[in-house]
């Protein structure tokens, strides 16, 4: 190799990342914008979580969704960028990086479309439920952690982390919860029931 082109060649390795990197934000924002006009304007998603009273995103979930899709487009190109640079080691960290961004990303979207459904069912219920609204609100806070702990697992199974403690962490809290309510509601029935029994045991010893 003539001093040339090794010199054409080194110069190619970082102009060439670095068009990668500019076409990869002109990219984001593009997709980010038609994402978003999308969501918002075509399909009205805020408009309809606004209709359904649920405000789970500050600002709004067009523009969320929105981000992580520009993100995405973002990180791919970066991974990219960091392979045509033809150095090993920013290599590794570009293949690293576009073989985990999918999942992390597939992960994300679960969690965020799945916490959305979430939010919409929970409403749905608590407002058929025929009870005050103190209780309501206990239940839908219960309703949430669940539905949200277990929304959380499946995205990280999904990104390739092992969730065995957290699944191991959510029967033991359940467990607790569910052997809470039967002791408060066996000491209630108890207490209901006192008169009754002394009652009974009166009868009995006559």
Not at 54 to 72: C, D, H, P, Q, V
Not at 139 to 145: A, D, T
């Amino acid at each position: 190799m003539t001093p040339l082109e090794f010199s054409f060649e080194y110069l190619l390795n970082i102009v060439y990342p670095i068009g990668l990197l500019i076409i990869g934000y002109i990219a984001g924002k593009t997709v980010g914008l038609i994402v978003r006009f999308f969501l918002y304007n075509v399909i009205g998603l805020d408009k309809w979580l606004e209709m359904k009273q649920i405000k789970i995103f500050e600002k709004g979930a067009s523009s969320l969704l929105s981000n992580i899709a520009k993100w995405y487009i973002y990180l791919f190109f970066i991974g990219e960028a960091l392979i045509s640079t033809k150095v090993k080691f920013l290599e590794d960290i570009g293949n690293s990086l576009l073989n985990f961004i999918p999942k992390l990303f597939i992960g994300i979207l679960i969690f965020v479309a799945g916490f959305i459904i979430l939010e919409a069912l929970q409403k749905e219920i608590i407002s058929n439920l025929e009870i005050q609204e103190k209780y309501k609100s206990i239940i839908s806070k219960i309703i949430r952690f669940i539905g949200a702990y277990v929304l959380l697992v499946i995205a990280l199974n999904q990104i390739g982390i092992d969730t065995t403690i957290l699944i191991y962490l959510f029967i033991i809290l359940f467990a607790s919860i569910v052997l809470s309510f039967s002791i408060a509601i066996g000491i209630a029935f108890g207490f209901a029931l006192k008169d009754k029994a002394s009652e009974i045991i009166e009868k009995f010893f006559k």
